[in-house]
């Protein structure tokens, strides 16, 4: 059995229900899974998991949100070496840079050692049942690899 963490970013919703979707998945399969709001805990809180799983919006103009940026800065700075990284992400097509905080969290992922699970699941808006789906699937990846 894994300990998953999940960080969120999350100002109307949507981000913190894909993470539960993500988190009910883990859990499911046998996992532990904490799920915390990103201004409530520090990167290096990553390193007491087996799975380290970011779930963020964008905002802007495909910009981070605010409350993110310390955690996303620290992030490269933290050794997750032996760890498994996931990222996913909501945020909206009608925008130019669509859910563009999810790339950027992978990239700070690659700084880290951590591996990658399974790809990164976007989701426009709020998940509806094909998103559901793929945020299942993302779960399952990530858990298959323990
Ligand atoms: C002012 C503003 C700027 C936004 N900019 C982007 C953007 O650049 N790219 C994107 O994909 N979504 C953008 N969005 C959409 C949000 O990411 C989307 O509504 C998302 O579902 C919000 O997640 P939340 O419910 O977890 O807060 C923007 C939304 C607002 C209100």
């Given at each position: ?44 809180d ?45 945020g909206?097509?009608f ?52």
């Open positions: 059995m894994a300990l998953a963490k999940i960080v969120y970013a999350s100002m109307t919703g949507n981000t913190e229900e894909i993470a539960d979707i993500v988190s009910n998945k883990l859990e499911e399969l046998g996992h532990d899974v904490e799920v915390d709001e990103c201004t409530t805990v520090d990167a290096a990553f390193e007491d998991a087996d799975i380290a799983i970011v779930a963020t919006y964008t905002y802007g103009d495909g910009d981070l949100p605010d409350e993110i940026v310390d955690f996303y800065e620290d992030l490269q700075d933290v050794d997750l070496s032996g760890k498994i990284f996931g990222v996913i992400g909501s909206d097509t925008y130019d840079y669509f859910c563009k905080s999810v790339d950027e969290f992978e990239e700070q992922f690659g700084l880290t050692g951590a591996t990658k699970g399974a790809d990164s699941v976007k989701v426009d808006l709020a998940a509806e049942d094909e998103d559901i789906e793929n945020l299942e699937r993302f779960a399952e990846e990530i858990a298959a690899k323990f």
